[in-house]
T-cell receptor, first 115, second 112 residues
Framework: DAGVIQSPRHEVTEMGQEVTLRCKPI?????LFWYRQTMMRGLELLIY????????DSGMPEDRFSAKMPNASFSTLKIQPSEPRDSAVYFC?????????????FGPGTRLTVL | GEDVEQSLFLSVREGDSSVINCTYT??????LYWYKQEPGAGLQLLTY?????DMKQDQRLTVLLNKKDKHLSLRIADTQTGDSAIYFCALRGSSNTGKLIFGQGTTLQVKP
């Protein structure tokens, strides 16, 4: 299996621009998670989906952030407009809810730099 | 709310044992996890322990769980420079939605 795939791996953009991060979960997994990691705040859960439906988006910082999961094999996290404080590494993770252990499998992350 | 605490940094010499500690508040978690993050990479599951176990050993890794004190530890025997990474303790949230609660991560530095 290819594992969780994220693109792009690195993104540099200017303040005010729209940024779209993409994630392809592991085939057969029906839960998907978006995290943000910074030195100051550590690893934060932004939002997660079960069977393509958003379950908990309480971690989404503000209205500038939105996430979609149009089908079981694809999700996007969009920031519009982006700000320098959004600079972080964004991880996507997936799991299969049928498994007893709830193990999450992480992608390699997208390093976002907003200038 | 649910909380998971870890010390931020640990430095050991190559060949020594490393012990990374974690404390938590939610006693209802059924599974507790250790993830490893190498530089520039995502988190990778190292091992996990079920809450009805006190200890789990997997090659150089030993996980100890003290439910009374809500304390979880990861011992790495014969620590190698390749073990240098950030180690995250995590547990399943009590809401049973599959959400994991992560600690802040412990940076392990292994000196040659």
């Amino acid at each position: 299996d290819a594992g969780v795939i994220q693109s792009p791996r690195h993104e540099v953009t200017e303040m005010g621009q729209e940024v779209t991060l993409r994630c392809k979960p592991i085939s057969g997994h029906n839960s998907l998670f978006w995290y943000r990691q910074t030195m100051m705040r550590g690893l934060e859960l932004l939002i997660y989906f079960n069977n393509n439906v958003p379950i908990d988006d309480s971690g989404m910082p503000e209205d500038r952030f939105s996430a979609k999961m149009p089908n079981a094999s694809f999700s996007t996290l969009k920031i519009q407009p982006s700000e320098p404080r959004d600079s972080a590494v964004y991880f996507c993770a997936s799991r299969t809810s049928g498994a007893s252990t709830d193990t999450q499998y992480f992608g390699p992350g997208t390093r976002l730099t907003v200038l | 709310g649910e909380d998971v605490e870890q010390s931020l940094f640990l430095s050991v010499r190559e060949g020594d044992s490393s012990v990374i500690n974690c404390t938590y508040t939610d006693s209802s978690s059924t599974y507790l996890y250790w993830y490893k993050q190498e530089p520039g990479a995502g988190l990778q599951l190292l091992t996990y322990i079920f809450s009805n176990m006190d200890m789990k050993q997997d090659q150089r890794l030993t996980v100890l769980l003290n439910k009374k004190d809500k304390h979880l530890s990861l011992r790495i025997a014969d620590t190698q420079t390749g073990d240098s990474a950030i180690y995250f303790c995590a547990l399943r949230g009590s809401s049973n939605t599959g959400k994991l609660i992560f600690g802040q991560g412990t940076t392990l530095q292994v000196k040659p």
